[in-house]
């Protein structure tokens, strides 16, 4: 598994890790919704389960469930603020095209 954190998207993680010293971790996946048909999901993680593949990056824990793993390999997880607003961004070769308000993603 290769995912990599920019320095952005380390630090945001590494923020919501320090209020949340009992989280295992980041969960990164995906889930079947929007106009496309995937989207990211960015969330500390609870527990970890056996079948959970597990990966450290530049001190940050991800925590990626089989189903989202072959979606999200080789994905670049950066984090932009634009503004008023902050967000994950998401840099993914899997991905075969978005919707146009970005939220979702198709893999062919």
């Known amino acids: 598994m290769t995912i990599t954190i920019t320095p952005a998207a380390n630090e945001r993680m590494r923020q919501f ?3 949340t010293p009992a989280a ?10 929007g106009c496309s048909g995937f989207a990211y999901v960015v969330d500390l993680a609870d527990a970890v389960t056996a079948d959970d ?3 450290e990056v530049d001190g940050v824990r ?3 469930d089989p189903k989202s793993l072959p979606l999200v390999d ?8 634009q503004g008023l607003n ?16 970005g939220e979702s993603f198709t893999v062919a």
């Open 17 to 19: 890790l320090a209020n």
């Open 53 to 55: 593949q597990m990966v």
């Open 24 to 33: 295992a971790g980041v969960r990164f996946g995906v889930k079947r919704t």
């Open 86 to 101: 902050a967000s994950f961004v998401f840099h993914n070769p899997n991905a075969t095209g978005e919707c146009g308000c």
């Open 62 to 64: 991800l925590i990626v």
């Open 74 to 81: 080789g994905t670049v997880i950066d984090f932009q603020r």
